[in-house]
Each structure stands twice: as C-alpha cells, then as structure tokens.
T-cell receptor, first 114, second 117 residues
Framework: GDSVTQMEGPVTLSEEAFLTINCTYT??????LFWYVQYPGEGLQLLLK?????DKGSNKGFEATYRKETTSFHLEKGSVQVSDSAVYFC?????????????FGTGTLLAVQP | GAVVSQHPSRVICKSGTSVKIECRSL??????MFWYRQFPKQSLMLMAT?????????EQGVEKDKFLINHASLTLSTLTVTSAHPEDSSFYIC?????????????FGPGTRLTVL
C-alpha cells in the first residue's frame, strides 16, 4: 500500500547549520507530496508541496524536490534558526484511486540550539 | 490564516466512560472534516472523514460504534469515544477543508491528548 518513511529524530542542530530531513515514499498512483510543520502547541501547517516529478516546493527558506527516480522528497534548509524548532511531517496524497486521503510519515523533531 | 481549534486540549477519564472532543473551524466554513489518531512515535492515521449533514466515512479497522462522529454544522465536528479503555489513549487530531477549496486543503487543529485510566 501507499506509505511514507522519514528519518527518526530528534535532529539537533546549532543555529545556522544545514538541515536535511530524509523522506521516501511508496505509492501506486501519481502522488502529490507535502511537508507539514507543527510548532509546539499548534496544529500542523502546510510548509511546502510538489505535485509532479522534478517539481521543487519552497517556503520560508525550506526546499524539497520531488524525485520520482528515487521516490524521495527530502527537506532541506541552508541555515536553520532557533525558530525552526518543530516537528516536521512528510506526507503524500494519491489521486484517482479509491481514496483521496493524506498519508503521513512518523514526524521528525528538529531542535535548533542557539 | 484559517484557524481550527480543538477542545479540550487534554482529557483524563476513567475506563468505561465516554469522552467528547470538539473540532471547530473558527473563521471559515468547512464542508469536510477529518479525524486522525497518532500513537507515540507513529504517523497520523486517518480514522474517518465527515461531511456536513451526512454520515461519516470510516477507515478500515476503525469501529464506528466506538468512535462516534457528528458533523452537524459547517463549523463544528465532534468525536465521541464511547466506553473508553486504556488502549484508546492517544493523540486525536482533526482537520477541516474550507468549502471554497475542497479537500486538497486541510487546516489542522492542535490535537487532544486522551488518557484513559
């Protein structure tokens, strides 16, 4: 079935460090891919998305490229800030099948230290 | 931006009692609301999809008589965990899709932590 696998956390970085959170997926159809972020005490928010192969989603300095050949959608940021500390969820949505639901990874906690 | 609230944020109850969790879209009308469940170190799992004024659609393996979902208005959906047991302890999250954007857009609530003693 459709699934998302993302790296386990927590990921602890110093401010201004480079961030990569790995995400790979399995899907039978043609998925759209998403990264959601959850700040402490708040609901999940859409961070970025990509709807087809080779698309790059970007927002707030974060980027992720839809790689069909490696079935990956890794999240990157060149220089993290303390305010980026949150839980990051990779997700996919497959269209055209019996379901149109979001399928999430387990989430990766990012802690950025000053 | 669009805001979704959940109440309560955390609840502790005794085994055998029922617990109701509310999900509200504060500044938009939601034709569709979703209920998720998250166990520690696991992903969010969709439990059910509810459309305003109609019966909820439950995912495979989710007991509809145990997890009662009501979506009586365009801004409110409720999840009632009936005869709760310790294995129902979990983090419950709702999301809502605005009437204007369809289910492609989901705004999430902050979640409700349920602990059943």
């Amino acid at each position: 079935g459709d699934s998302v696998t993302q790296m386990e956390g927590p990921v602890t970085l110093s401010e201004e460090a480079f961030l990569t959170i790995n995400c790979t997926y399995t899907a039978t159809g043609y998925p759209s891919l998403f990264w959601y972020v959850q700040y402490p005490g708040e609901g999940l928010q859409l961070l970025l998305k990509a709807t087809k192969a080779d698309d790059k989603g970007s927002n707030k300095g974060f980027e992720a490229t839809y790689r069909k050949e490696t079935t990956s959608f890794h999240l990157e940021k060149g220089s993290v800030q303390v305010s980026d500390s949150a839980v990051y969820f990779c997700a996919l949505r497959v269209y055209g099948g019996a379901t149109n639901k979001l399928i999430f990874g387990t989430g990766t906690l990012l802690a950025v230290q000053p | 931006g669009a805001v979704v609230s959940q109440h309560p944020s955390r609840v502790i109850c005794k085994s055998g009692t029922s617990v109701k969790i509310e999900c509200r879209s504060l500044d938009f009308q939601a034709t569709t609301m979703f209920w998720y469940r998250q166990f520690p170190k696991q992903s969010l799992m969709l439990m059910a999809t509810s459309n305003e004024g109609s019966k909820a659609t439950y995912e495979q393996g989710v007991e509809k008589d145990k997890f009662l979902i009501n979506h009586a208005s365009l801004t409110l959906s409720t999840l009632t965990v009936t005869s709760a047991h310790p294995e129902d302890s979990s983090f419950y999250i709702c999301s809502a899709s605005p009437r204007t954007s369809g289910t492609d857009t989901q705004y999430f609530g902050p979640g409700t932590r349920l602990t059943v003693l």
